[in-house]
Each structure stands twice: as structure tokens, then as C-alpha cells.
């Protein structure tokens, strides 16, 4: 069955610290990969997405994400984080044209 | 504007209810979903219309129950609700279904409609 498997539940991190979350998919085909975030009280959004290419992909607020296919993994990074950046963190994958599968988020806290 | 507008955002009801949550989007997509998030905060694939054709129907109970009237609507009702329907269901839309139309892929969600059953 397909599945993503996102490793931390809740991180706490200062201000200027460096993020890695980590995501890691099963599945044995092509995927599209995708970094999804929520912040508190708002809807599910887009951070960025990995469909081929270049395996490091650049998302918005200086997220980045590098797909390693040999370990099915698809981590997100950020050099410093920033309070604002506090919000809950989803992965999710899309293969064989099925809808997005999702992982369980991670909660980023970030304290100033 | 709201993009993907759910309604109620919070629901409090009985078992043996029935009750309905409703999903407008105004982006023109095709594709619409239902997702349920659980207490462990999966998100899980319930349902998906596209062009008010089901295309995904996971292994959900009967008692929930899609009706898309048109493209920019996917309603979900739900019958004689249990306790373990207790989640929050998310409303999403995209361009189309699947990468070989074109689509990005990308989802936009709506806020989310919190069900507590007691």
C-alpha cells in the first residue's frame, strides 16, 4: 500500500536554527512529491513539489526539499527558521494517478 | 475570495445524526476531493468527483454518502453518524485529475470542517 512516513511529530527549534523534516514514501514507481503547510488557523497550502528534474526543488519563504530516490526520501530544509514559520507540516506523494497520499505532519514550533 | 469555502467549520451533534458538509470552490477546476484527517492527523483520501463523475471511492463506510451538483460543488453527507466519525474533513480542488491532463498536481484546501460526535 502506498504511504508516507514523516518521522518527527513535533519539533521545537529557536529562531536561527537550521530545520530538516523528514519524509520518506513507499511506493515503487514514478512519484510526484509535495510539501504541503499549514499555519495555525489557516488552510492547507502549498510549499513546493518535486515532479522531475533536478532533485533539490525551491519552495516559498527559502524552503527547499531534495528528493533522494535511492532512499525514497523527499526531506524539507530551511538554513534559519523564523517564528513565523511555525505551522504544521504535511508531505504527501502522488503516483499512478491516485490522489495524494499524505503523511501524518510534522508540528514545527519555533520559539523566538 | 476564498478559493474552496467549507460550511460549518464546526459541527457538534448526537449519535445516530444525520448531517451534511458542504464544499464550493470558485476556481474553475474539475477535480474535487474530500479528505478526512484523523486524530493522529492522516489525512486520508475519502472521495474524489471529477466533473461530477466519481473517480475515488475509498474504502469508506456507505453511510457517507458524496453528491456533487455541479463542478464547483462536492457535498458530503453522512448518515447516522458514529463516534468515530469524529475528525476534521477537508475540502480540496484541483485543475483536473491525475498528471496526464496537465495538472500540477497541487491541491487547494479548504479550512476544514470539524465533526465531533458525542
Known amino acids: 500500500a502506498q504511504s508516507v512516513s514523516q518521522h518527527n511529530h513535533h519539533v521545537i527549534l529557536s529562531e536561527a536554527a537550521s530545520l530538516e523534516l523528514g519524509c520518506n514514501y513507499s511506493?515503487?514507481?514514478?512519484?510526484?512529491l509535495f510539501w504541503y503547510v499549514q499555519y495555525p488557523g489557516q488552510h492547507l497550502q502549498l510549499l513546493l513539489k518535486?515532479?522531475?528534474?533536478?532533485?533539490l526543488v525551491k519552495g516559498i519563504k527559502g524552503f527547499e526539499a531534495e528528493f533522494i530516490k535511492s532512499k525514497f526520501s523527499f526531506n524539507l530544509r530551511k538554513p534559519s527558521v523564523q517564528w513565523s514559520d511555525t505551522a504544521e507540516y504535511f508531505c504527501?506523494?502522488?503516483?499512478?494517478?491516485?490522489?495524494?497520499?499524505f503523511g501524518s505532519g510534522t508540528r514545527l514550533q519555533v520559539q523566538p | 475570495d476564498t478559493a474552496v469555502s467549507q460550511t460549518p467549520k464546526y459541527l457538534v451533534t448526537q449519535m445516530g445524526n444525520d448531517k451534511s458538509i458542504k464544499c464550493e470552490q470558485n476556481?474553475?477546476?474539475?477535480?474535487m476531493y474530500w479528505y478526512k484527517q484523523d486524530s493522529k492527523k492522516f489525512l486520508k483520501i475519502m472521495f474524489s468527483?471529477?466533473?461530477?463523475?466519481?473517480?475515488i471511492n475509498e474504502t469508506v463506510p456507505n453511510r457517507f454518502s458524496p453528491k456533487s451538483p455541479d463542478k464547483a460543488h462536492l457535498n458530503l453527507h453522512i448518515n447516522s453518524l458514529e463516534l468515530g466519525d469524529s475528525a476534521v474533513y477537508f475540502c480540496?480542488?484541483?485543475?483536473?485529475?491525475?498528471?496526464?491532463?496537465?495538472?500540477?498536481?497541487?491541491?487547494?484546501f479548504g479550512e476544514g470542517s470539524r465533526l465531533t460526535v458525542l
Open positions: 480540496a480542488s484541483s485543475q483536473e485529475f491525475g498528471l496526464a491532463g496537465g495538472n500540477t498536481g497541487e491541491l487547494f
Open positions: 504527501a506523494f502522488e503516483a499512478g494517478r491516485r490522489a495524494l497520499t
Open positions: 511506493y515503487g514507481g514514478t512519484v510526484n
Open positions: 468527483y471529477n466533473n461530477k463523475e466519481l473517480i
Open positions: 518535486y515532479f522531475s528534474g533536478d532533485p
Open positions: 476556481l474553475g477546476h474539475d477535480t
